[in-house]
């Protein structure tokens, strides 16, 4: 496998499960986000971690929930979810979090194919 | 705020008719400015990083240009292949992507 990968690629849940989308990547970054991209809006940024640090949420609601064990991989756990929660996934990974070292290209962001959520 | 528009929202280009698409950025101190291509259900596939006004950068029948306040993406002779949705997103220093509404292309045989 190369690059980043997302499993599962769809997703249909109901309002009281619980799952769990899983993102790896194989480039050897240290950073890696999680996205939501719904019809006709710009790309959110939910989750930012680094070094396996959370080092942002964006206001995201707590229903749902990352987990980054080690740099390679990231999780992100849903639960309770709402109709208005569907959308594509999406989780990217960069060499370094954006502007930590100076190296202005260790900032671009490779993504993964992302995940078809859809919350029935 | 940062702010990212793009425009036009949709394009219908005829294979071989060239044309541009805009990215327009109101950010305080530019650390780069991305452009990516996606297809429908799939990740943005990364195209270009222009870190100045006046950089440009080429790839196959994309060349991307910069200026302080604003980056064209130009399309030489397309392909139908070149079909998708074009994004572009900023950075100011230290700071996330801000991503644009994006550009949907459909290039006609």
């Known amino acids: 496998e190369t690059g980043v990968t997302q499993t599962p690629r769809h997703l249909v849940m109901g309002m009281t499960n619980k799952k769990s989308l899983k993102c790896e990547q194989h480039?050897?970054?240290?950073?890696m986000y999680w996205y939501k991209q719904s019809a006709k809006k710009p790309l959110e940024l939910m989750f930012v971690y680094n070094f396996k640090e959370q080092t942002e949420n964006n206001s995201v609601p707590s229903r749902f929930s990352p987990e980054c064990p080690n740099s390679s991989h990231l999780f992100l756990h849903l639960h309770t979810l709402q109709p208005e929660d569907s959308a594509l996934y999406l989780c990217a990974s960069s060499q370094d979090r954006a502007g930590i070292w100076g190296g202005r290209a260790r900032d671009t962001q490779y993504f993964g194919p992302g995940t078809r959520l859809t919350v029935l | 705020e940062d702010q990212v528009t793009q425009s036009p929202e949709a394009l219908r280009l005829q294979e071989g008719e060239s044309s541009s698409l805009n990215c327009s950025y109101t950010v305080s101190g530019l650390r780069g400015l991305f452009w990516y291509r996606q297809d429908p259900g799939k990740g943005p596939e990364f195209l270009f990083t222009?870190?100045?006004a006046g950089e440009e950068k080429e790839k196959e029948r994309l060349k991307a240009t910069l200026t302080k306040k604003e980056s064209f993406l130009h399309i030489t002779a397309p392909k139908p292949e070149d079909s998708a949705t074009y994004l572009c997103a900023v950075q100011a220093g230290g700071q996330n992507f801000v991503f644009g509404p994006g550009t949907r292309l459909s290039v006609l045989p």
């Open positions: 222009l870190y100045s």
């Open positions: 480039l050897g970054h240290n950073a």
